[in-house]
């Protein structure tokens, strides 16, 4: 069975979006570690009701995953991370 409730997807996917948002202003603000946990909870969200996507919620999902490769490279120390999370993204 789904994780997702064909009735909680329109809610689930504005709340990705809304944490997505968040994210790119914590990133924009330099809070690389709340915009890293902002992201995975957005990406997270947007699996569970994968087999609901529309065009928007792919979009939403490529450019999590691109923010979060970069936010890897915005951190000396996380850069080696980077490419791991383009293999995960992939």
């Known amino acids: 069975s789904h994780p997702c409730n064909v ?3 329109p809610f689930a996917f504005r709340l990705a979006q809304r944490l997505l948002f968040c994210a790119y202003c914590e990133m924009d603000g330099q809070a690389i570690d ?5 992201l995975l909870q957005g990406i ?5 009701t994968k087999s609901h996507w529309t065009d928007k919620q792919q979009q939403d999902w490529n450019d999590s ?8 490279e915005e951190v000396d120390d996380h850069r080696p991370y980077a490419k791991n999370v383009a293999c995960m993204a992939l």
């Open 7 to 9: 009735g909680t997807v």
């Open 34 to 38: 709340a915009a890293r946990q902002r």
């Open 44 to 48: 997270s969200i947007l699996f569970q």
């Open 65 to 72: 995953w691109m923010e979060l490769m970069m936010s890897m």
